[in-house]
């Protein structure tokens, strides 16, 4: 995580060697112009999709074009486990990392009682 946190902090524009210093390894991506460090498990690649800009938001929406992971995370159809995975979340409003991996709930389930009884509510 420090690592992920000073390539994250310290600009490559004024520090050239961040990632020899961070002791990261960056490699070139396959399908955009970015780095890919090779410690991290997982990598998404995006290609810059739409900036919004008002007068209370910025936003940069990225459209992904590839997925790299290490087979250690997958789970038995390919697919990204995230208790495999064991990532961190960052809270910007908090300025905080958080770990996950528990399993929670199923999506489109956890809610599927209120969502009958919202149903049954508007047909009487």
Not at 9 to 22: P, Q, T
Not at 27 to 45: D, T
């Amino acid at each position: 995580m420090a690592e992920a946190d000073y390539v994250g902090i310290v600009s490559g524009n004024k520090v050239a060697d961040k990632f020899a210093r961070s002791g990261l390894h960056a490699a070139k991506s396959a399908r955009v112009n970015a780095p890919v460090i090779e410690e991290f498990p997982v990598a998404m690649e995006c290609e810059l999709a739409e900036v919004a800009r008002t007068e209370t938001l910025f936003a940069i929406v990225g459209r992904i074009v590839g997925t790299v992971a290490e087979e250690r995370v997958l789970d038995e159809s390919g697919k990204v486990d995230p208790a495999r995975l064991d990532a961190i979340v960052f809270d910007q409003f908090r300025h905080g990392y958080y770990a996950t991996g528990e399993k929670a709930g199923q999506a489109w389930n956890a809610g599927s009682a209120l969502a009958k009884a919202a149903l049954a509510a508007q047909d009487r």
